[in-house]
């Protein structure tokens, strides 16, 4: 199998140009690439038809998670924007979640500002843990380093300066964050949230 690159449905944004979300977009697309002629190589490899040797080999396996989450990260982005955003629901389980770990809705807010601050190029990724009922921030260099093994991705903040060099230089990186929270569609990263199954919570295994 391949992957194809998805198509976002982008109409003019506040404060991200339609130049900046199509130099974005061209090279999210350049990820979907790269996982395929990963996938491809190393498929070759496994199969004889191809013969590299075996310390480029391991260099392809070892590139495949840059690829791999390069391309995932950035549809969780862009699948989260939409002109104008739209506001959090006040008391959606997302805000409950947040606010007993944050304190408020707020403070969840103002936490991931402050982990976008973080120096480097990385995302800010706002993980629920539905084993403990609870969320976590972090910050992921690069698009892989620092992922928390099998936890949902609920928020994806792209932070690496392609992301906003179009439209901003980097010492503007806050205008930048603004823009994005101007465009948030929290409906999608409460949706992202909101399917906490018995068996997603490990409720399921817990009373057998
Ligand atoms: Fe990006």
Redesign the pocket.
């Known amino acids: 199998m391949t992957y194809t690159p998805k198509t976002f449905n982008l109409p003019v944004l506040q404060g991200l140009s339609e130049k900046q979300i199509k130099v ?1 977009i061209a ?2 697309e350049g990820y979907v690439k790269h996982v395929n002629l990963i996938m491809e190589k190393l498929g070759a490899v496994r199969e004889g038809t191809l013969e590299l040797d075996p310390y480029i080999a391991a260099e392809l396996r070892r590139r495949f998670a840059f690829e791999f989450d ?1 391309m995932r ?2 549809e969780l ?1 862009f699948a989260q924007l939409e002109a104008g955003g739209r506001k959090r629901e006040a008391g959606s389980a997302l805000f409950e979640t947040a606010s007993a770990k944050y304190g408020s809705s707020e403070n969840f807010v103002k936490h991931i500002r402050e982990v976008a601050r973080s120096r480097g190029i990385g995302w800010v990724v706002v993980y629920a843990d539905p084993q403990a009922k609870t969320i976590h921030t972090v910050f992921v260099g690069d698009h892989e380093v620092g992922q928390l093994a099998g936890l949902p991705i609920l928020l994806a903040l ?1 932070l ?1 300066e ?2 906003y060099m179009v439209d901003y230089v980097p010492a503007e990186k806050n205008n930048y964050i603004d823009a994005f929270f101007a465009n948030l569609n929290w409906s999608v990263v409460e949706k992202r949230f909101d399917p906490p199954s018995p068996e997603s919570f490990g409720e399921a295994s817990a009373t057998k």
């Open positions: 974005h090279l999210y390069g990260m950035h982005y792209d690496w392609h992301a």
